[in-house]
């Protein structure tokens, strides 16, 4: 058995970090992996979280199992900050899941358990690891079109048309926010008009939210998900931790799926659990039961806003000088759409050859379709990948 395993391609991302780590260059330049970095290059422990962690350390007695669902107390917070009061409550049930991608493999599960013919729709470009999990789960697969090259915006009109061809039980796969790879974002107009395509083919939003916070706020970042949740009969969503909590490495996000109504929640709820059961049983609860008690207490909830208002602000900041920067030296409008875009991402526009140029050259790492994680600058790197992106000729 094991020497007729499939070798399978590595992970473009993974594959980029390691060859980033092997560089011996000192002046280097990681813009891969969707990891925050500070302006000293490094990925902190949230302040708000190492408090809850001393706190955790100090009071936890057991650490017996809890619920297949995950703790009841971090569900319901996750369910809070995600949704608000924009759907009734009793509709939704929460489980929690080893990470945003746990969230999202449990999503499809769901989706392939309930009906082995249904389709999973995914953004033209998305998230590698979209794709192959859904190819792996062997499930049904569609892109729709979302990203135009030429304005570096999203192709509304191609997008709306595409999602037109889904039929009803299909799972739609959305950004919540901070589309990854692209940076390109809906508006609220598009929101809406999302929610009216859906609604005419009976189609199932499924959103992706692995970056509240880093776009436009916490709330502002949930735009699209509360819509199309106080909009929807049916809906899951598959939310991350790692970023916004910065606690990657313990796998902390949940998945939420809105019931048609709530005498159908207990179904949805136990259909979570026995999922979870079958794939791994209980779900990490370190990562979770922090982020609970940020976001129960407080005041460590207000650290936790205040900090993650900086690294947003932060972003912005580099987004801004990155654009300042390539409008100077291209005496061009050109690169403006990386102010516009927002959360860690931008697809800059460089061809395969360039983005080989820039890594072998100038030692500037970007995922091959040229992806950069604007959190890997800093205000001293900002003119040398700006020049360097005039010097290979985007
Ligand atoms: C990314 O897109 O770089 C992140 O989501 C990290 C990952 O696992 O790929």
Same mark, same amino acid.
Request: charged letters at 25%; aromatic letters at 6%; glycine letters at 8%.
């Given at each position: 058995?094991?020497?007729?395993?499939?070798?399978?391609?590595?992970?473009? &991302?993974?594959?980029?970090?390691?060859?980033?780590?092997?560089?011996?260059?000192?002046?280097?330049?990681?813009? $891969?992996?969707?990891?925050?970095? *500070?302006?000293?290059?490094?990925?902190?422990?949230?302040?708000?979280?190492?408090?809850?962690?001393?706190?955790?350390?100090?009071?936890?007695?057991?650490?017996?199992?809890?619920?297949?669902?995950?703790?009841?107390?971090?569900?319901?917070?996750?369910?809070?900050?995600?949704?608000?009061?924009?759907?009734?409550?009793?509709?939704?049930?929460?489980?929690?899941?080893?990470?945003?991608?746990?969230?999202?493999?449990?999503? &499809?599960?769901?989706?392939?358990?309930?009906?082995?013919?249904?389709?999973?729709?995914?953004?033209?470009?998305?998230?590698?690891?979209?794709?192959?999990?859904?190819?792996?789960?062997?499930?049904?697969?569609?892109?729709?079109?979302?990203?135009? /090259?030429?304005?570096?915006?999203?192709?509304?009109?191609?997008? &709306?048309?595409?999602?037109?061809?889904?039929?009803?039980?299909?799972?739609?796969?959305?950004?919540?926010?901070?589309?990854?790879?692209?940076?390109? *974002?809906?508006?609220?107009?598009?929101?809406?008009?999302?929610?009216?395509?859906?609604?005419?083919?009976?189609?199932?939003?499924?959103?992706?939210?692995?970056?509240?916070?880093?776009?436009?706020?916490?709330?502002?970042?949930?735009?699209?998900?509360?819509?199309?949740?106080?909009?929807?009969?049916?809906? #899951?969503?598959?939310?991350?931790?790692?970023?916004?909590?910065?606690?990657?490495?313990?796998?902390?996000?949940? #998945?939420?799926?809105?019931?048609?109504?709530?005498?159908?929640?207990?179904?949805?709820?136990?259909?979570?659990?026995?999922? *979870?059961?079958? /794939?791994?049983?209980?779900?990490?609860?370190?990562?979770?039961?922090?982020?609970?008690?940020?976001?129960?207490?407080?005041?460590?909830?207000?650290?936790?806003?205040?900090? #993650?208002?900086?690294?947003?602000?932060?972003?912005? $900041?580099?987004?801004?000088?990155?654009?300042?920067?390539?409008?100077?030296?291209?005496?061009?409008?050109?690169?403006?759409?990386?102010?516009?875009?927002?959360?860690?991402?931008?697809?800059?526009?460089?061809?395969?050859?360039?983005?080989?140029?820039?890594?072998?050259?100038?030692? &500037?790492?970007?995922?091959?379709?040229?992806?950069?994680?604007?959190?890997?600058? *800093?205000?001293?790197?900002?003119?040398?990948?700006?020049?360097?992106?005039?010097?290979?000729?985007?």
């Amino acid at each position: 058995m094991l020497t007729d395993l499939t070798p399978q391609p590595p992970d473009k &991302i993974l594959r980029l970090m390691e060859m980033f780590r092997d560089d011996p260059r000192t002046d280097k330049i990681d813009l $891969g992996v969707g990891v925050y970095r *500070n302006s000293e290059g490094v990925t902190p422990v949230m302040r708000a979280v190492k408090s809850a962690e001393r706190r955790l350390v100090e009071t936890q007695e057991t650490k017996a199992y809890t619920s297949l669902s995950g703790d009841p107390a971090f569900c319901r917070a996750m369910r809070d900050l995600l949704l608000k009061e924009s759907v009734d409550l009793d509709r939704v049930a929460v489980a929690a899941a080893p990470g945003g991608t746990g969230a999202i493999r449990q999503g &499809i599960e769901l989706m392939r358990y309930a009906d082995r013919a249904a389709t999973a729709w995914v953004s033209s470009p998305t998230w590698p690891n979209h794709l192959t999990i859904a190819k792996y789960l062997g499930v049904p697969m569609r892109e729709y079109r979302y990203f135009d /090259n030429a304005t570096r915006d999203v192709d509304f009109a191609g997008m &709306i048309e595409d999602l037109k061809g889904a039929r009803s039980g299909d799972l739609v796969l959305l950004h919540g926010c901070c589309h990854n790879p692209t940076g390109a *974002n809906m508006t609220a107009d598009q929101w809406e008009a999302v929610a009216e395509a859906l609604a005419g083919t009976g189609a199932i939003p499924f959103i992706d939210i692995a970056y509240q916070g880093f776009g436009d706020g916490l709330d502002e970042d949930a735009f699209g998900t509360r819509l199309l949740a106080s909009r929807m009969p049916e809906m #899951l969503i598959a939310a991350s931790c790692s970023k916004n909590f910065g606690v990657y490495r313990e796998r902390t996000g949940a #998945l939420v799926a809105i019931a048609p109504d709530a005498g159908s929640k207990p179904l949805v709820q136990s259909t979570l659990a026995y999922l *979870n059961r079958q /794939n791994f049983s209980f779900p990490p609860d370190h990562g979770a039961r922090i982020v609970q008690m940020i976001l129960d207490d407080p005041d460590l909830r207000a650290d936790w806003q205040a900090e #993650l208002e900086d690294v947003r602000g932060g972003m912005l $900041g580099l987004r801004e000088q990155l654009a300042s920067e390539l409008r100077m030296r291209s005496n061009s409008e050109r690169f403006d759409f990386i102010a516009r875009h927002r959360g860690m991402f931008s697809r800059i526009g460089a061809t395969p050859e360039q983005v080989l140029e820039l890594r072998e050259r100038h030692g &500037i790492y970007m995922v091959g379709d040229s992806r950069i994680n604007v959190a890997g600058l *800093n205000s001293d790197t900002v003119p040398v990948l700006a020049q360097a992106i005039i010097d290979v000729g985007i």
